[in-house]
């Protein structure tokens, strides 16, 4: 299949988004997705419609490369892990191996269980530090506010997408990414999104 | 880049099977929507009628089935979608429908759901291409999804017979590259010609429609030994027989073996299998669910005198249950060289909050659910439940289901609880799941002089499938525009004597008609009757209400969180407080809050 990859083993990066059924999940994976294609890469996708989207944890995950054809990626396999949340971050790391990086939105979104007062929700620091026992690789951002900042919180997606594009090694180009997202989003959020990338973006890079 | 110049696109699985439709020039389509099948409808709903197609949300699967055929008999290509478990609804026209076969083409597609991620099983669908006699094709990718689709109407033609397609969640959900195709010219309306013998189904017709399908497998099973679906890749003394998504698993993590990818997998290609086994030391069969293709396997290499080993489910290397993944290629490692493994990190040692699906802030099913537990009180209730999103009642603080198993089945074992039992007993079914299979069992109640409460709960949409219209919504699409058929009349108009339609929201007022149900002494129906707020919000048309508690007045009771249990009340240190973001509006807290501190932000 690969006799173009004459250099090494053939090109793949695996994506890992977690989050809660309507952050955005799924625009932030097609997002990546289109950009990759754009960039000549194969891309194979998988995603979690239907019930666990009513306020249920979701994952999506993406697989950019020169073979990929399987919609789910191996445990471990993940070069990268988005956390659009605290909790669910925490709840997939095992989706990521000693390299991978974590970029993790620190703003919370609390099950039904914890609104209701019968389950707990831990505390930042206490969710950071179990992170950080087990990898070093983790970044933390406050997606969420940054969002305000750009001028609506449903715009978080759009900060952890421009987080994402500023990560070392990470395969897409910036304005590729940035392109993909402007092209997919409404166009009078479109402002909006591209100030959320950017924020985002340069929250990393500090 | 490539330098084709078609157009590529990431689809989904199902957006695919969508454009493969189109590009086969079917005619006709219908489905009852079902998770993992429903954006096809999604799609349809919206480009059908551009591209010169009828399409309909019919009342349930077998309905679909039945028209769907009707076209494909008077010339049309045809396409008829559902979930695996819808395909039992529609399996009684199927079965007979192979008989006569077809004139135009047509495709089945079920869309089967393996580890049950929206449904109440993981059957294997497979099993009825069997039973039914019917070609079956299966893709493992959303680009290979919309090429057998296509061609699948072509072998549909040439036999005369409808082409079972069958797809999983990890296909109909994956996103993959899809290049486009031309569009075939077919025509989209034709003129049926009577063929008695051939469509007429009595007994000495179905005698020799019999020896026809039989016939026709034979022509099947030549079509599929020569099918570009079924081929060979790799090289090993290790063969590697697979279908489905299956194979991208076997692709990407076994190593130094040789493939036999099925995607024409009834009829199988025996021969082919006979020959892929001959020189082999081993073979494996990875396929997710049933030993499907393994038994078959199995007896192939009986008939063909060979003696290799063949590893699958049978031998306990490979699991029946769940749908596979890449480690359960990776567990395959004493049998085929595998790819090396990642070794995941290790588990933060932090206790995480459970995070189950939850009915949405604002869903009418809270009001109900709450009013159903006050007017109950402490009498011996049995929830007959149904299914759609007021599934999610089965949770606490709810727990408003003690048996769910199908379409409809909520008001047809109410039957059975309320002659078995001296338990009262609450049947529950929603709107749409009224109009596939509620009124048959009402009816069938009715004339039984079974005494039991039903509630419908029409929240005025299909809700957890992604919002499709249905009879009691009336339908606005497809430049075709009906009435909505009102549950109330058809309810009264079966017989029943107790109707009552209520408001959710007005807590007080269904607690109050709920308790009169209970108590009468037959079949009582209450509607409750309220839209979606989730599908207000997707047409725009939903007021942005939020409410707020005056903190001066809450005693700090929890009732609101323990009564209507809304994720847009959030309690904290013992100070509830509501969610902006996620609240409706709906008041149904204010309503229960018993020193009135709830109340909506002017």
């Known amino acids: 299949m690969s006799e173009r990859c004459d250099k090494g083993d053939p090109m793949k990066y695996v994506i890992q988004i977690v989050g809660v059924g309507g952050q955005g999940v799924l625009l932030a994976s097609m997002v990546l997705g289109n950009a990759a294609m754009a960039e000549g890469h194969n891309v194979a996708m998988s995603e979690v419609h239907g019930m666990a989207q009513r306020g249920g944890s979701v994952l999506s995950t993406l697989r950019i490369g020169d073979n990929v054809i399987s919609p789910l990626a191996s445990d471990g396999e993940a070069d990268m892990i988005l956390g659009f949340e605290p909790a669910e971050t925490c709840r997939n790391i095992t989706l990521g191996n000693k390299s991978t990086m974590i970029i993790m939105n620190l703003d919370p979104i609390y099950p039904s269980t914890v609104t209701a007062g019968s389950s707990e ?32 919180a449903v715009a978080a997606n759009a900060v952890m997408i421009g987080a994402a594009a500023a990560v070392k090694g990470f395969p897409l180009p910036k304005d590729a990414v940035r392109g993909s997202l402007l092209n997919l989003v409404p166009e009078k959020f479109r402002e909006l999104n591209a100030k959320a990338f950017d924020l985002g973006y340069d929250e990393m890079r500090k | 880049m490539s330098a084709n110049d078609k157009k590529k696109e990431l689809l989904l699985g199902n957006d695919a099977i969508t454009r493969g439709i189109i590009e086969a020039g079917v005619g006709f389509a219908s489905t009852y929507p079902g998770t993992p099948s429903s954006e096809i409808g999604n799609n349809l709903e919206k480009i059908a009628e551009k591209n010169g197609m009828f399409f309909e949300f019919s009342s349930n699967e077998k309905i679909a089935m039945e028209s769907a055929s009707a076209a494909a008999m008077s010339g049309v290509r045809s396409f008829v979608f559902m979930k695996h478990v819808g395909m039992n609804v529609a399996a009684d026209p199927m079965l007979t429908l192979a008989y006569g076969g077809v004139r135009g083409g047509m495709v089945i597609l079920t869309a089967d759901d393996p580890s049950a991620h929206s449904s109440q099983n993981e059957q294997d669908n497979r099993i009825y291409a069997k039973l039914a006699l019917l070609p079956m094709l299966e893709p493992s990718t959303p680009a290979e ?97 697979t279908s489905g998504v299956s194979y991208t698993y076997v692709k990407e993590w076994m190593k130094n073996v040789s493939i036999l990818k099925l995607g024409f997998t009834n009829p199988l290609p025996e021969k082919k299998i006979a020959e892929f086994m001959k020189d082999k030391e081993k073979i494996i069969v990875v396929e997710e669910l049933e030993p499907f293709l393994e038994d078959q396997v199995l007896r192939i290499a009986k008939q063909s005198n060979l003696s290799v080993k063949i590893h699958g489910k049978r031998t306990d290397d490979l699991p029946m249950a769940f749908e596979y993944s890449p480690g359960v ?38 009001g109900i659910f709450h009013a159903v537990r006050k007017a109950v009180g402490r009498k011996e209730v049995i929830y007959s439940s149904d299914i759609g999103c007021y599934s999610l009642g089965a949770q606490p603080p709810f727990m408003m289901a003690d048996m769910i198993l199908c379409m409809g089945g909520g008001i047809g074992a109410a039957g059975g609880f309320s002659e078995a039992t001296d338990q009262k007993v609450i049947a529950f ?55 909505e058929i009102k549950i109330e009349d058809v309810v009264r ?110």
Do not use: W
């Not at chain 2, 929201?505 to 009169?516: E, F, G």
């Open chain 2, 145 to 241: 999804a919309k090429e057998m689709v296509k061609e699948s109407y072509d072998i549909s033609e040439e036999l005369t017979l409808p082409v079972l397609f069958r797809t999983t969640t990890r296909v109909n959900h994956a996103r993959g590259i899809v290049e486009e195709g031309d569009v075939k010219d077919v025509p989209k309306k034709s003129h049926f010609t009577r063929d008695i013998k051939r469509f007429v189904n009595i007994p000495a017709n179905a005698r020799t429609n019999r020896i026809r399908l039989l016939e026709l497998n034979k022509k099947a099973a030549e079509l599929s030994e020569a099918s570009r679906f079924n081929f060979t890749e790799g090289k090993g003394s290790t063969g590697v027989i």
């Open chain 2, 429 to 483: 079914s929603g709107d749409s799941t009224f109009f596939h299979s509620g009124i048959t069992p009402l009816v069938s109640a009715l004339f039984n002089g079974h005494k039991f409460t039903a509630i419908i709960l029409d929240n005025r949409t299909t809700a957890m499938t992604g919002h499709q219209p249905h009879p009691g919504t009336g339908r606005e699409f497809g430049g075709r525009r009906t009435e």
């Open chain 2, 493 to 602: 108009g079966i017989g029943v004597k107790f109707v009552e339609t209520v408001d959710p929201y007005d807590v007080k007022a269904t607690i109050d008609v709920m308790t009169r149900a209970i108590e009468y002494d037959g079949l009582s129906v209450v509607i409750v009757k309220r839209a979606c707020p989730l599908e207000l919000k997707r047409k725009k048309i939903l007021e942005p209400r939020v409410c707020e508690v005056d903190q001066d007045l809450c005693v700090k009771c929890s009732t609101c969180i323990l009564s209507i249990a809304c994720p847009a009340l959030m309690k904290k240190d013992g100070i509830v407080s509501i969610d902006k973001e996620q609240c409706m509006g709906c008041m149904m807290c204010g309503r229960v809050c018993p020193k009135d501190a709830i109340k909506v932000i002017p």
């Open chain 1, 121 to 152: 929700y831990p505390g930042t620091d206490e969710m950071i530090s179990s992170i950080k026992k087990v990898t070093k690789n983790i970044m933390t951002i406050e997606a969420t506010s940054l969002a305000e900042t750009a001028g609506k």
């Open chain 2, 329 to 366: 290629i990776s567990a395959l490692r004493h049998l085929a060289d595998v790819a090396d493994d990642n070794v995941p990190l290790a588990r933060p040692d932090i206790a995480l909050p459970p995070r189950p699906p939850t009915l949405c802030a604002g869903c009418p099913h809270r």
